[in-house]
């Protein structure tokens, strides 16, 4: 049974079919806005006095934001806006990947699977198994033999680049090395490519997802670099295209107004990211499945 990448297409859109699925994307959209409205609320505190001048009119501020300024003071408020922003980025982050995470679990009960038990910590891992599997394919292919190319090349384009300043013709050793390193990891995000529909459907550590991962996934790479492409293009229709439609049709008529434009274009970026959330969780599941029935016919056919 070969790879079929329009039944995991089409379970992508596959929550359209279900109401339950409005509460996950009003969840996200509820986690965005008030991110934004926390952020200008900041902004509003710490830097009132700079963005009336701003709103005077483009000539007009220029003349007179560098006059109003105390860059003592100014400093000081920015470090001040950052100590209040980090800390909600951070909350907002755990929000989304929480939300992210409901949205996976409602694919799979939808695909007929059932989930493992979730709770905080559940969560938390699932956080650091994101960061682990982006230093993995950076730095720990999970393959022996790809794992040594990696950190050769690595190595190589290292010492290089540093050989550059004593030998500019260094620079086309650095090349080739760093082509290769830059293949690998491209190579290892692939095989990671399902790590969260499997952390959150059995009950394995992080190694042991990352691992499965690449159990999955062995001598399925070009299927997976397939969904990945389909995944990108989706991704630029639910969430560029529209944007750049906007850019071309609604923007030019806000010329003369440049804050409500960029009101405008990042309240349609908001409302676009939760639709592509709820895509994504369900598109990912359906990849999963499908390769989970290829090794599953495969074990069968070995037998």
Known sequence: MPFKIEDALR???AWIE????LKYILLNLAVQLATGAATILLLLMFFQQYLSLLFMGESTSAAFLPLALDWQEFISKVIMFFAFLIPILIISGVALAYVQALMVLFALRKKGLKPASFSFIKLIRLII????ASLAALFYSFDKTFRIIQW???????VSILLIRLLPLFIFLALPFLLIYIIIVIYNFLRLFITEPIFLHEELGIIETLKKSFEITQDEIWNVFLAALVLMVVSYIL?????ELLKYTVLPMLSSQPTLALIVSSLVAILLAPIFAMFNAFYKVGV???LLSLKKQSATAGI
């Open 11 to 13: 379970y992508g859109f």
């Open 18 to 21: 279900d109401r339950e699925s």
């Open 129 to 132: 198994m994101g960061i682990a």
């Open 152 to 158: 050769l090349s690595l190595f190589g384009s290292i």
């Open 239 to 243: 969430n560029q295209l529209p944007l």
């Open 288 to 290: 999963y499945t499908e």
